[in-house]
């Protein structure tokens, strides 16, 4: 069990951490049972890193990053444990409405649907404007000005008349473009942009993703990605953090991640990424079964009853995340020096099990 490490080591083995999330652990109250969404996650982010969080629908990624911007509906939600320490404060234990002038103001958050996102009846301007007042203390003229110089920053054209039209004016790209103004108008510590081009096609997903990567090179922001598809984080992420049934399985830097994968689940989403190195003809791998009820989330690895790896133990014994590289940890029991079996040893002497 020597390499076995605490989540204060993990959180601070990526250099000097502005956002932290230590051992958190989340569930929803539901007619039918306790549903387990968070189990003891742990990962940071450094000041002016790019960190990206993938795993399947339901996995609790989205419910993790919930918890640090304070919206966790609650109830049904309750927060079981754990810590979020941003910028050195505890963002569990401000208040409402201490955590209102954290939103906007040091954490800007990108959602999914860019529809659903934006009010229907104001101008886009005046919604940019809107949270550079409460935020700023701004007057609403000089607001409105900065509303036109976000829209320009984010590449939206003839910004000084797209400030006056309403979202129905604005394509699918744009409306994108306009989150992504109002997330940044206060000059957020960090960016957190939850699945941010799932709903667009894949031309202006390219462009989204290009725009947030020159905007964090212009700007030095901390970006959090959460995404389901690891096709898109490549270009934009430093590290990857791969969850799986509200935990975390595996982290470390992109090249690990995508070259030296060590948790059969992330070598299982990796192939099921289409790559223009494959022949076209090669059918992509699907993962078969499906992620474990979190009603009653299993004693030993969830990833176990898809896993053509699984032993013993780990039906019986969940892992604890193991070094495996520099600031490279994998949660899986192949890799831990206590396991005997045979492919361990030679996973642990540098071999592959691809
Ligand atoms: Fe597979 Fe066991 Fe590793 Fe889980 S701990 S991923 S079941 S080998």
Same mark, same amino acid.
């Given at each position: 069990?020597?390499?076995?490490?605490?989540?204060?080591?993990?959180?601070?083995?990526?250099?000097?951490?502005?956002?932290?999330?230590?051992?958190?652990?989340?569930?929803?109250?539901?007619?039918?049972?306790?549903? %387990?969404?968070?189990?003891?996650?742990?990962?940071?982010?450094?000041?002016?890193?790019?960190?990206?969080?993938?795993?399947?629908?339901?996995?609790?990624? @989205?419910? +993790?990053?919930?918890?640090?911007?304070?919206?966790?509906?609650?109830?049904? /939600?309750?927060?079981?444990?754990?810590? $979020? $320490?941003?910028?050195?404060?505890?963002?569990?234990?401000?208040?409402?409405?201490?955590?209102?002038?954290?939103?906007?103001?040091?954490?800007?958050?990108?959602?999914?649907? !860019?529809?659903?996102?934006?009010?229907?009846?104001?101008?886009?301007?005046? *919604?940019?404007?809107?949270?550079?007042?409460?935020?700023?203390?701004?007057?609403?003229?000089?607001? +409105?000005?900065?509303?036109?110089?976000?829209?320009?920053?984010?590449? $939206?054209?003839?910004?000084?008349?797209?400030?006056?039209?309403?979202?129905?004016?604005?394509? /699918?790209?744009?409306?994108?473009?306009?989150?992504?103004? $109002?997330?940044?108008?206060?000059? !957020?510590?960090?960016?957190?942009?939850?699945?941010? @081009?799932?709903?667009?096609?894949?031309?202006?997903?390219?462009?989204?993703?290009?725009?947030? *990567?020159?905007?964090?090179?212009?700007?030095?922001?901390?970006?959090?990605?959460?995404? %389901?598809?690891?096709?898109?984080?490549?270009?934009?992420?430093?590290?990857?953090?791969?969850?799986?049934?509200?935990?975390?399985? #595996?982290?470390?830097?992109?090249?690990?991640?995508?070259?030296?994968?060590?948790?059969?689940?992330? *070598?299982?989403?990796?192939?099921?990424?289409?790559?223009?190195?494959?022949?076209?003809?090669? #059918?992509?791998?699907?993962?078969?079964? @499906?992620?474990?009820?979190?009603?009653?989330?299993?004693?030993?690895?969830?990833?176990?009853?898809?896993?053509?790896?699984?032993?013993?133990?780990?039906?019986?014994?969940?892992?604890?995340? @193991?070094?495996?590289?520099?600031?490279?940890?994998?949660?899986?029991?192949?890799?831990?020096?206590?396991?005997?079996? !045979?492919?361990?040893?030679?996973?642990?002497?540098?071999?592959?099990? *691809?």
């Amino acid at each position: 069990m020597e390499q076995t490490i605490t989540d204060q080591e993990l959180s601070k083995a990526a250099g000097k951490p502005l956002l932290s999330i230590e051992d958190l652990q989340v569930s929803f109250h539901t007619y039918a049972g306790e549903v %387990h969404a968070v189990r003891g996650v742990t990962y940071s982010v450094e000041q002016g890193g790019s960190l990206a969080v993938v795993g399947e629908s339901g996995c609790g990624k @989205t419910v +993790t990053v919930q918890a640090v911007m304070g919206l966790t509906p609650m109830p049904p /939600g309750e927060i079981k444990g754990g810590r $979020i $320490i941003f910028d050195g404060k505890n963002l569990l234990t401000l208040s409402e409405k201490q955590m209102q002038s954290v939103r906007g103001k040091d954490i800007g958050m990108i959602f999914q649907d !860019p529809m659903t996102g934006l009010n229907p009846t104001m101008t886009v301007g005046r *919604q940019i404007a809107e949270a550079i007042v409460k935020h700023q203390n701004l007057s609403r003229r000089e607001a +409105t000005e900065r509303a036109v110089e976000m829209l320009s920053l984010v590449e $939206i054209p003839n910004p000084g008349v797209r400030a006056y039209q309403y979202p129905h004016e604005f394509s /699918g790209g744009m409306r994108q473009r306009a989150m992504i103004a $109002i997330a940044l108008a206060c000059e !957020p510590l960090l960016l957190i942009a939850d699945e941010p @081009t799932t709903s667009l096609d894949v031309t202006i997903q390219s462009q989204i993703l290009e725009l947030l *990567q020159s905007l964090q090179d212009r700007l030095g922001m901390t970006i959090v990605l959460i995404t %389901h598809n690891l096709g898109v984080v490549a270009r934009l992420s430093r590290n990857i953090v791969v969850m799986y049934a509200g935990k975390v399985v #595996e982290s470390g830097s992109s090249s690990d991640i995508f070259y030296n994968s060590a948790h059969p689940y992330t *070598q299982a989403l990796l192939q099921s990424v289409p790559r223009l190195d494959r022949p076209s003809r090669m #059918e992509l791998a699907s993962i078969p079964g @499906t992620p474990p009820d979190l009603f009653q989330p299993p004693a030993g690895c969830a990833f176990a009853p898809r896993c053509k790896y699984a032993m013993k133990v780990c039906i019986e014994h969940d892992a604890q995340p @193991t070094v495996v590289g520099d600031g490279h940890y994998v949660s899986c029991w192949l890799h831990h020096k206590a396991n005997p079996n !045979p492919l361990t040893q030679k996973l642990q002497n540098g071999g592959s099990y *691809q």
